[in-house]
């Protein structure tokens, strides 16, 4: 509906805006920034100071964090994630926790240690029941998110939506990829389909996320372009290498190819090298993969959204501690 206004003043001074032919539909957030920049200039410097656009429409802080890998990856969370919650002033904290329990899945006592350690969300992945109990785990957790695409019978959501910090509501979601992968997965793009129908991006979710769980570049970028303008931020895991092409897509959805994991990065995708490299050079198993237990690295993408739209507004690369190159806000 279009309600159209004829154009008057505020206040004794001169007119703020003109509100003659202002249709309302789509110039409220106009018309309430200009009541802001009145209100400003009417009660003192301070508020003078204040952008009129925070007043209106917050900025939204998120941090992404790519598979947890065992007690190294664990540790970092634990050491780390309340201290960038207040130091990057953080609304909402996602973490890929698929990798946590010796590299294999998620144990409900793990998936308690990331969620006491900062973590808002939790997505898993195609390793997001190798432990058994998380199976009835995740039926009394609601912060824990399977892929969407999993199985029909799997327990648990493929989506859910979160309060964040700052009041607003986060949409996060999870699909698993069809490419390389080695079970069959639904098709991931119809899966989500219905999620972006009945949330459309900046209406009941003030942001959303897509954790885009495969193995290969072109699927994940490929999502990424069919989340345009849909989504907040498309980032991809399951890989464990981070990749430097962090973005934001044309419709405004922040993307990276994979946000690596946070493990040992002196390790074959975080696992202790040796038993990996015995089975490329031999082609022949000997012992169990274990995961590397050297200092971890935090890794990852933050993400700042307008409320108003849902749309990205910055994106940086994020990684910190352990051996790679540290990037922050
Ligand atoms: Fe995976
Ligand atoms: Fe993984």
Not at 56 to 84: H, Q, S
Not at 87 to 113: P, Q, R
Not at 138 to 154: D, G, T, V, W, Y
Not at 220 to 231: F, N, P
Request: glycine share 12%; net charge positive; aromatic share 6%.
């Amino acid at each position: 509906m279009t309600l159209w206004v004829q154009g008057g003043f505020v206040g004794n001074r001169k007119p703020v805006w003109n509100l003659t032919q202002t249709r309302f539909s789509n110039d409220v957030p106009q018309i309430a920034q200009g009541l802001a920049r009145w209100f400003s200039r009417s009660c003192g410097a301070a508020l003078l100071l204040l952008p009129a656009r925070r007043l209106i429409a917050g900025v939204m802080k998120i941090l992404f964090l790519g598979d947890v890998m065992g007690r190294a990856g664990r540790r970092a969370i634990t050491e780390n994630l309340g201290r960038l919650r207040t130091e990057w002033k953080l609304d909402f904290i996602v973490v890929n926790g698929e990798n946590a329990t010796s590299g294999m899945g998620l144990s409900g006592a793990h998936a308690k240690v990331l969620l006491e350690a900062g973590a808002d969300c939790l997505t898993l992945g195609d390793h997001a029941f190798d432990q058994k109990d998380m199976l009835s785990f995740i039926q009394h957790e609601p912060r824990i998110i399977r892929p969407l695409n999993f199985s029909k019978s799997a327990p648990g959501k493929g989506a859910a939506l979160f309060t964040a910090r700052n009041g607003k509501k986060v949409l996060v979601t999870q699909a698993l990829g069809q490419v390389f992968m080695k079970r069959p997965f639904d098709d991931p793009f119809s899966a989500l389909e219905p999620v972006f129908k009945t949330h459309p991006l900046g209406g009941l979710a003030q942001a959303i996320i897509v954790d885009m769980h495969c193995e290969a570049t072109s699927e994940k970028m490929a999502m990424g372009h069919w989340c345009d303008g849909r989504a907040s931020l498309v980032v991809g895991t399951h890989t464990h290498v981070p990749t430097s092409d962090a973005m934001i897509l044309p419709g405004g959805t922040g993307y990276l190819t994979d946000a690596g994991m946070c493990g040992d990065y002196h390790s074959v995708i975080g696992m202790e090298k040796t038993e990996p490299l015995r089975r490329f050079i031999t082609g022949m198993p000997k012992e169990r993969f274990t995961p590397a237990g050297g200092e971890a690295t935090l890794s990852g993408i933050y993400l700042e959204t307008d409320d108003r739209t849902g749309r990205a507004t910055r994106v940086v690369p994020v990684r910190q501690g352990g051996t790679l190159h540290p990037s922050a806000p």
